[in-house]
């Protein structure tokens, strides 16, 4: 006759934790039970809730010994008496485990409620241990409540759930409830090796990792996962077996991806995710991985502090391949990836198609352009932004200049019909001016943007990157620093009056002044106290705004424009009509006209940028408005 087989148990039944110190995760569940026990104030009713696999019923039957224990109760169950044996063997008749999802009926509680009067058959308590509990039925949770509130005194309950929100709260409020929390990636890390090293498994450092990554915070998930690794290795067990196991990508694959997206190669990372498809990958953990590693990037990109950081949990030399591929990415873009990223893994979780879903996300984000604004289009071509307050100014008579730089006389409104570029030569002279009184242009009335920004605060955000301010009496001159800003801040012209007086105390009269130019009175918002002394709105009247005056770089007649840098480009727009009446969608051949510039066209191809959208000023309508 052949002999039986030894049965052969898994990794987490083999090796469960025995008493609270082995139990990996959960020290603030274990070192409160533990002192309860010590000081002998045990409860009659408790309830274990967490996620799947962090120990809940694990714990469960820890207290029941320590309870149960000859030696008890205690914290440190003997682990040799018979109560501890036949505990820990699944065969005490004084300890009943009971599943939720099968005994939820009535007529289990009015079973468990009339054994209640029996004392133990051995043991210091009777101890039941309902697992499942959220699955009990209505009429079950109401059998059960009087004597979960008055047990007798050898009774213990121990309830365990991943879902105590559909327990009913009458039953809640009689538990002790102890909250077990996700197992932190580290500490699954130190177990998977600890028990490889047990098994006597030699384990790749990056599979175990992988596995740890995977288990996302369940012990058992990632002890399950080991197991399986085991079974189909035929000797190490490699990231490349793992990742084919669990139908995941492994992070080296994940790195080369996104590797693909920031270099602008959209047909590499298209084919990464067709492999990655092919070979039976589970797309949205794909899609997760590839966010978090974009997260990541943006992680790598901040200063170094004191604090945690993500990435504190990732290998040294992954690190070292995400700061790198962080150094060729602005913050800006990889924040533009990650908001795509984020909508696209919505759609792609929901969608019957999630590979092709996946495919174009990657295509779209290895092919955007990139974004700039318009004080880095400054910096880029040479220019320094115009400080708060004061527009851009040259030096008279331009002496001094290079390449024949030049004043010019304010554009007449027939010479004006479209919008031209005037390009500034590279002259010391004529850079723009500075007021003195107000360097840093950002903070003039801190207290009174203070108080804006509590109660509009994107407008005092608009107005912190883009308006500066001057109280002079009951004036308040709001200044744009650049026409960007003009439309918006006339637009909120009666909204900054109000919150002005309001802060102040007194009727505040707002002035809005354009490159230099201060709009006439007819313009300005005055708000009147009301009696109460809170500011009424006056509704501001629209006046158009000044033209500033351009300086031309010229070079000599029948060469080439000059190839040095230029410091700034600056539109000249009529000066009667308001810009915005005048303003439309620029035609082909305007828009070819603009990039024909070389210093346009040379910061296009230095910052691979694209022109999105170019309003042009409506000759026609402005010729008639001049008629008149």
């Given at each position: ?53 962090v120990g809940k019923t694990t714990a469960a ?94 009774v213990k309950f121990i309830l365990a759930t ?99 997206i920031l270099s602008k190669n959209a047909a ?361």
């Amino acid at each position: 006759m052949a002999e039986p087989q030894t049965t052969h148990l898994v990794l987490a039944r083999k090796w469960r934790p025995e008493r609270f110190s082995e139990l990996v995760g959960q020290e603030h569940v274990t070192r409160t039970l533990g002192e309860a026990l010590k000081r002998g104030r045990i409860a009659h009713a408790f309830l274990f809730t967490g996620i799947r696999g962090v120990g809940k019923t694990t714990a469960a039957r820890i207290l029941a010994r320590c309870l149960n224990c000859a030696k008890g109760p205690t914290a440190e169950p003997c682990g040799e008496c018979a109560a501890c044996v036949e505990i820990r063997a699944g065969s005490s008749l004084d300890v009943n485990e009971i599943d939720g999802a099968t005994y939820r009926k009535i007529e289990d509680a009015r079973a468990i409620i009339e054994n209640l009067s029996y004392r133990p058959a051995r043991d210091r308590f009777k101890i039941y241990i309902i697992d499942e509990a959220h699955q009990l039925t209505d009429s079950a949770f109401n059998a059960l409540l009087k004597t979960l509130e008055e047990p007798p005194p050898h009774v213990k309950f121990i309830l365990a759930t991943t879902e105590p929100q559909k327990m009913p709260e009458t039953i809640l409020s009689r538990l002790q409830r102890y909250d077990f929390r996700r197992i932190p990636y580290l500490k699954i890390l130190e177990r998977l090796q600890d028990l490889a090293g047990r098994e006597g498994v030699e384990v790749e450092e990056t599979a175990i990792r992988l596995l740890a990554r995977e288990a996302g915070g369940s012990m058992r998930d990632a002890e399950r996962m080991l197991e399986t690794a085991i079974a189909t290795s035929a000797g190490k067990v490699t990231e490349a077996e793992v990742a084919s196991s669990l139908g995941v990508a492994s992070r080296t694959t994940v790195l080369k991806l996104a590797d693909a997206i920031l270099s602008k190669n959209a047909a590499a990372a298209l084919a990464h995710v067709r492999e990655l498809a092919s070979r039976g990958a589970n797309l949205e953990s794909l899609g997760r991985d590839l966010l978090e590693t974009i997260r990541n990037l943006a992680v790598a990109k901040l200063p170094a502090g004191d604090s945690d950081s993500p990435l504190d949990d990732i290998p040294d030399h992954e690190v070292a391949e995400l700061k790198r591929l962080a150094a060729g990415a602005s913050a800006r873009d990889i924040m533009r990836l990650f908001r795509l990223m984020a909508d696209s893994q919505e759609q792609i979780i929901k969608s019957p198609y999630p590979d092709l879903l996946l495919e174009m996300a990657v295509v779209r984000m290895a092919s955007l352009a990139a974004v700039i604004d318009a004080d880095e289009l400054l910096r880029a071509i040479g220019a320094t932004p115009p400080a708060s307050g004061t527009p851009p100014a040259s030096s008279g008579g331009g002496s001094g200049s290079r390449g024949g730089a030049k004043q010019e006389p304010a554009p007449s409104p027939q010479s004006s019909g479209a919008r031209r570029l005037r390009v500034e030569g590279e002259v010391k002279a004529d850079a723009p001016l500075r007021s003195e009184s107000h360097d840093d242009g950002a903070r003039e009335l801190p207290e009174l943007r203070d108080f804006i920004r509590g109660r509009r605060a994107a407008l005092a955000g608009f107005m912190e990157q883009g308006a500066g301010l001057i109280l002079d009496g009951d004036t308040l001159t709001v200044t744009a620093r650049n026409d960007i800003y003009i439309r918006y801040l006339n637009d909120n012209k009666a909204v900054i009056a109000e919150l002005a007086s309001e802060h102040l105390g007194r009727a505040i009269r707002v002035e809005l002044s354009a490159n230099g130019a201060v709009s006439p009175a007819s313009s300005r918002a005055t708000i009147p106290l009301a009696s109460n002394g809170s500011a009424r709105e006056t509704p501001p009247a629209t006046a158009p705004a000044r033209p500033a005056q351009p300086i031309v770089a010229e070079s000599a007649p029948g060469k080439p424009p000059p190839s040095r840098p230029v410091e700034s480009i600056r539109e000249v727009a009529p000066a009667s009509p308001p810009i915005d009446a005048m303003r439309r969608a620029a035609t082909p051949e305007e828009r070819q006209a603009v990039l024909a510039d070389p210093a346009v066209r040379r910061v296009f191809d230095t910052l691979d940028a694209r022109l999105v959208e170019l309003k042009m000023p409506n000759s026609a309508e402005a010729s008639a408005k001049e008629s008149k």
